[in-house]
């Protein structure tokens, strides 16, 4: 009988121990990096799966296997930034974002569905402003240094055609994302981050 009490009492402290030692909680979703992804001249887009953490060929533009895309960038020349989703009147898809107003790290829940929407090639109907002057625009134009950089301040939300919730921010569109780059820096090159999840938070 004494045999059976002790027995117990340690299955309790073994429990209770167990229970202490839990450290399952909230965890922070993966953040993925990518650097230098280029368009080239001759294509004038870089095609992106967002699912598929890469780059898709030129030749599937018309398919459903990329998320978003970025535009050729001319250098100096440049008055406006292009970037669509694959959906509505930008290509073949049924992806859905929205420019959210945020830090990349403090955007920590998955907006409303209502706020999403699917993309258009008019310049009032797109999710990404094309414009660098103004208000409310993804990237902005620097009067002083005459170089344009992706606001801090704005993240992209985005809903993939297979459904993934995606929170996408770039961070520099030049070259090797130089600190200080100037008028001479090649252009076109995006540096951008993104954290996926399959439920309301990141």
Known sequence: MQMKRTLAVLSLVVLA???????TGPTTAEVITKSNVH??????????SIDGDSIVP??????????????YLPGAATKQIDVFLNSGTAGSGVVKG???ASRF??????????????DDTTNAGRVVPPNVIGSNIMFVYDITTHTIAP?????????????????????????DAVTNPDIF?????YHFRYSKTTTTTW
């Open 17 to 23: 121990a167990c229970a202490d030692d839990d450290t």
């Open 39 to 48: 368009a080239d001249s001759a294509a004038g887009w870089v095609y992106y």
């Open 58 to 71: 030129t030749s599937e533009s018309a398919t459903t296997k990329w998320d978003i895309r970025m535009a």
């Open 98 to 100: 929205a420019m959210i």
């Open 105 to 118: 790290e403090n955007l920590t829940t998955v907006p409303a569905e209502s706020t999403l929407k699917t």
């Open 151 to 175: 606001s801090p301040d704005k993240v992209l939300v985005i809903k993939t055609g297979k459904g993934t919730m995606v929170k996408f921010q770039f961070t520099s569109i030049y070259k």
């Open 185 to 189: 820096t090649p252009m076109g090159y």
